[in-house]
């Protein structure tokens, strides 16, 4: 898929297409990975290609099916809660589907954020008094980074993969 990323403009264009450039930035980072590989454990946290996705569709649903649309963690379609369980794939599930989790959760962000100006607020317990800029802007913060985890993982996997093909 192009990223045709939103340069000039109004803030709020510029927001969302930065965010969606961050969600393809994660997701581009599993492209092309082996099931094995996407589980592949390389650092001691719970951090592998395939539960960046995961904890990426969880953080979707935790900031704006849970905190911005009010829903309660039964109403959401996946995990919600903020905890390490967002780190948690089963063996069952494909990287195919676990990115496609991601795209619908997305998708849902999108929706939801829409009903919102960028200066509305909401009150958390956590942090407090938040607007949909800043949560936006959060979540742009958040897939850079993780994407930047994805992109230093497929480094030592591709890594591990060249020595492997070497090998034989």
Known sequence: MQDNMI??????????????????????????????DARRQLVPSLTTPITLIKHAAAAERIWFQRHWAGLSESECDGYSRRDEGTFTVSDHETLVEVIAEFERASSKSRRIALRFGLDETIDLPVEGTVSMRW??????QEFARHAGHGDILREQIDAANSVDTALL
């Open 135 to 140: 949560t936006l802007l959060l979540m742009i």
């Open 7 to 36: 340069t000039l403009g109004a803030d709020r264009s510029i927001i969302d297409s930065m965010l969606d450039h961050n969600r393809r930035a994660l997701i581009d980072t599993v492209q092309g990975v082996s099931e094995i």
